[in-house]
């Protein structure tokens, strides 16, 4: 069993790197071979609209033809058993790495057909999982529900299974002290991440050792 997780925050140690790590850890806990790839360590685009992988009896047909650093991440993509994607939300949705990521993986797979199929010859779940500084009480308010939904169920469709779990209200700064952010209150912050991010956490080891125990 082999796990991947991809971590699409610019930050390796902070909130969303610290979910993904738990996950890769509830894995492991269940035997399974883990390994983390910090996307913002590579260089690479989104999908070019080149279609190399939609031409009839191409080379690279249900494959994508661009080279970059994200080609040997979408070889191990195809290999592993599980996956994770990891992805602080910025502006209402994923970062630019990971969006990138994610039209790449995805649309290799995409079939133009009236069924929508999927070329994946290795079905395999994907977690998703987020931190947001927004509180729990206005992720819907804002529509976050429906972006999370939207990318799930895409997932879903191309790999055949997909989870998503969020994190909320998260700490963002080392010393808020020194930022301009008078609408947040760091004692408040604090206590959230000392009190429910463990849960978090917990949650995600869950889930990681939930897929790696799947047949």
């Not at 991809?6 to 993904?20: D, E, F, V």
């Not at 949705?93 to 057909?113: K, W």
Request: glycine content about 6%; overall charge positive.
């Amino acid at each position: 069993m082999y796990v991947l997780g991809l971590n699409g925050s610019p930050r390796k140690t902070w909130n969303t790197a610290t979910l993904l790590r738990h996950a890769m850890e509830g894995a492991a806990s269940r035997g399974a071979q883990a390994e983390i790839v910090h996307l913002y360590d590579l260089t690479y685009k989104g999908c070019v609209s080149c279609f190399a992988c939609k031409l009839k009896e191409g080379p690279s047909y249900g494959r994508c033809a661009l080279r970059d650093d994200l080609t040997p991440v979408l070889d191990k993509i195809e290999r592993a058993d599980a996956v994770f994607i990891g992805s602080p939300i910025y502006l209402g949705n994923v970062t630019g790495e990971t969006r990138s990521l994610m039209e790449r993986m995805i649309f290799q797979y995409l079939v133009y057909d009236e069924e929508g199929s999927s070329l994946v010859k290795k079905k395999k779940p994907v977690g998703l999982l987020y931190t947001m500084n927004i509180k729990e009480n206005i992720v819907k308010e804002w529509g976050y529900d429906r972006t999370f939904a939207s990318i799930e169920k895409l997932f879903i469709r191309v790999f055949g299974a997909a989870e998503t779990m969020y994190a909320t209200d998260t700490y963002q700064f080392d010393d808020y002290s020194k930022y301009v952010a008078p609408r947040f209150n760091e004692t408040e912050k604090a206590k959230h991440r000392d009190e429910v991010f463990p849960k978090n956490c917990e949650k995600a080891f869950a889930l990681g050792a939930r897929f790696a125990a799947r047949e």
